[in-house]
């Protein structure tokens, strides 16, 4: 079974085509990232306007790098939640049109099952199938821009949230902290590059937020402003500069301090509840620093997406989308967006 997946769930248009829910036949991504890092972060009027210019042509050239033709496409799935309201309203507009025109199938996707199901894609031959009730259950780390979710997976369908964020998302946190720092967007690429080989300073405080697995990064944000404006960093200081060094050493313990919680509390929930395994999704699942610490903590075996599914894509929706259709799932023409939609 051939399924066309598309996203439009915040900032990037994303289209793919997927074979079985594994295989990677395309995938196209139309990104807005130099769009709205004039701003600083995403602008959600200005995400939806670009969706609506790129959808169409998005989806055109992942069906032609396919290379079997539109008769080929077995079902349309998109993402239906959660989101951004007006950019979710885009792909679902599109998904039916298809869906209606083809003849096939319409599928709406949770957003954020469907980085879990990224773990499983591969291109050409790639691709392997998802865990089997023996695997099972799989402590899931959804760690993006909009979501910091620790999910306990018992089943293909079946999810339990266990822990999440009280404030800013991981993803957030780390554009913002980009934004003191004056290192641009997104930031949690552009922290990992200004801390690399950065001299270690005083740590940045931890909120472990004890006897609960939930997470929260808005004090260790206010701790790196104050810091970074003792040192002259934010709003920059002509006075008392504080060079690329003292910059690099704040991006550093930002990073580590983050990083430290996530890791620690994943492992920590996936102990606890006797996971047999950790899935990691979302775009910030691309941070070396993070996949590293939890190779570090843990003895059970982890699964990331190969580093181009990390972040939004169609492939994910698409792969998500064939075990929903197998197991019998489907959607009427009255789908609609769901901004808010939890996984478990």
């Known amino acids: 079974m051939r399924i066309l997946g598309i996203e439009t769930s915040c900032d990037e248009t994303g289209a793919a085509v997927v074979e079985d829910g594994a295989r990677l036949l395309s995938n196209v991504v139309a990104s807005q990232t130099a769009i709205h890092a004039r701003y600083g972060g995403i602008v959600?009027?200005?995400?939806?306007?670009?969706?609506?210019?790129?959808?169409?042509?998005?989806?055109?050239?992942?069906?032609?790098?396919?290379?079997?033709?539109?008769?080929?496409?077995?079902?349309?799935?998109?993402?239906?939640?959660?989101?951004?309201?007006?950019?979710?309203?885009?792909?679902?507009?599109?998904?039916?049109?298809?869906?209606?025109?083809?003849?096939?199938?319409?599928?709406?996707?949770?957003?954020?099952?469907?980085?879990?199901?990224?773990?499983?894609?591969?291109?050409?031959?790639?691709?392997?199938?998802?865990?089997?009730?023996?695997?099972?259950?799989?402590?899931?780390?959804?760690?993006?821009?909009?979501?910091?979710?620790?999910?306990?997976?018992?089943?293909?369908?079946?999810?339990?949230?266990?822990?999440?964020?009280?404030?800013?998302?991981?993803?957030?946190?780390?554009?913002?902290?980009?934004?003191?720092l004056g290192l641009g967007f997104p930031g949690g690429p552009a922290i990992e590059r200004a801390a690399e080989g950065a001299p270690s300073g005083p740590p940045l405080p931890r909120a472990w937020l004890r006897d609960t697995d939930d997470f929260s990064f808005s004090g260790l944000k206010t701790a790196l402003l104050r810091r970074a404006r003792d040192e002259g960093v934010y709003p920059a200081d002509a006075s008392r500069p504080a060079g690329p060094e003292g910059v690099a050493a704040l991006a550093r313990a930002f990073q580590e301090a983050a990083v430290d919680v996530i890791a620690a509390k994943t492992v920590a929930a996936a102990e606890r509840h006797g996971c047999k395994g950790i899935l990691v999704g979302g775009g910030v699942a691309a941070s070396r620093h993070l996949r590293e610490q939890l190779q570090l903590r843990t003895s059970v075996p982890l699964t990331f997406p190969p580093p181009g599914l990390s972040t939004d894509n169609g492939a994910m929706i698409a792969a998500c989308a064939f075990y929903r259709l197998r197991a019998g799932d489907g959607t009427g023409w009255d789908l609609d967006v769901v901004p808010g939609l939890r996984l478990g």
């Open 44 to 180: 959600p009027e200005v995400a939806s306007r670009q969706h609506l210019r790129q959808v169409g042509p998005t989806v055109a050239a992942a069906v032609r790098a396919a290379g079997r033709g539109w008769r080929a496409v077995d079902a349309v799935a998109v993402a239906h939640g959660p989101g951004l309201a007006g950019s979710l309203i885009v792909g679902v507009n599109a998904a039916k049109g298809l869906a209606a025109s083809l003849g096939v199938p319409l599928l709406g996707v949770n957003h954020l099952e469907a980085h879990l199901y990224a773990c499983w894609v591969g291109e050409g031959e790639g691709g392997r199938p998802p865990p089997g009730d023996d695997d099972l259950p799989l402590m899931c780390l959804v760690v993006s821009g909009g979501h910091t979710d620790l999910v306990l997976m018992q089943g293909h369908g079946d999810y339990r949230l266990v822990g999440r964020t009280r404030d800013d998302a991981a993803g957030e946190a780390f554009d913002k902290a980009a934004r003191v």
